[in-house]
């Protein structure tokens, strides 16, 4: 299961530093219901990844793939794709995962923070720079912003 809030970070907004690699994802499938299937290469680690459902927990499965595999299914996702840099900021015992996104969604930041069990969401503190929450927004979804034509409107 995958139990994740997810925010906007604000223009101008300074992000704290952080690990960063540059993330390539495409999606194979697209379903309803928040059904998706994926492949993503981040910083050469590549992996598939299946996910059911909608909001704050979510069913997901992962399993990584070696760079051939990666590019043999990458031809597959051409009209579903996003290019974005990744920064991994620690916040205490938990990890902000924040990403810039490229092309066609630039100016688009979010930042998930994944947690242990849905009382520990809920008792999460966002820190100053972190915008308005986004977690039950469709259209900031990966998998809609890989279709979309830019980024969605705040």
């Known amino acids: 299961m995958e139990i994740e809030r997810k925010f906007l970070v604000p223009d101008g907004e300074t992000v704290p530093a952080g690990q960063e690699s540059e993330v390539r994802q495409g999606y194979l499938v697209i379903g ?32 990584p793939l070696a760079a051939e595999q990666f590019e043999a299914l990458w031809p597959a996702t051409e009209h579903a794709r996003i ?18 996104f490229h092309g066609r969604l630039a100016g688009l930041r979010t930042v998930e923070v994944e947690f242990a069990d849905p009382q520990e969401a809920a008792a999460f503190t966002p820190p100053p720079w972190f915008g ?6 469709a259209d900031l979804k990966n998998q809609h912003l890989a279709t979309a ?3 969605p409107r705040p």
């Open 132 to 137: 308005p929450e986004v977690t039950d927004r």
């Open 149 to 151: 034509a830019g980024p």
């Open 83 to 100: 290019a974005k840099i990744r920064r991994v900021v620690q916040l205490g015992r938990h990890e902000a995962v924040v990403d810039t």
């Open 32 to 63: 309803p219901e928040g059904a998706e299937a994926r492949v993503r290469d981040q910083g050469g680690a590549c992996s598939l990844t299946v996910k059911r459902g909608t909001g704050l927990v979510r069913g997901e499965w992962e399993t």
